[in-house]
């Protein structure tokens, strides 16, 4: 599956990386549609501290648990492609992402 993020970039989610988002994170399988949403419009980007070509998405719904954030991984390369999402309850630290910076 393909979705547009807001950097203008077709973003994939291979069945494998989405087997492994349900495995690792089962609190994502309810809310996996909304990752459209993250992508597309979040509420904040961060670079990975562990992998500059990694973006954080973030996007907040107050309707998850009280008010969580839902957080898209994203490995920005050739093939621009989701390594994991999970539920949070806070932004995590790293550089925040300007979309003026080549990654």
Do not use: C, W
């Not at 988002?21 to 980007?45: C, F, G, M, T, W």
């Amino acid at each position: 599956m393909k979705y547009k993020s807001v950097l203008g970039k077709m973003v994939e989610l291979t069945s494998e990386r989405r087997k492994h988002i349900i495995s690792k994170h089962p609190e994502v399988k309810s809310h996996i549609k909304r990752i459209s949403q993250v992508l597309a419009s979040p509420n904040d980007i961060r670079i990975s501290k562990i992998d500059e070509k990694a973006l954080l998405f973030y996007k907040y719904f107050a309707t998850i648990k009280g008010g969580k954030y839902i957080n898209v991984t994203v490995k920005i390369n050739q093939r621009n492609f989701i390594l994991t999402a999970y539920i949070t309850d806070r932004i995590r630290a790293g550089e925040k992402y300007e979309s003026t910076k080549e990654t």
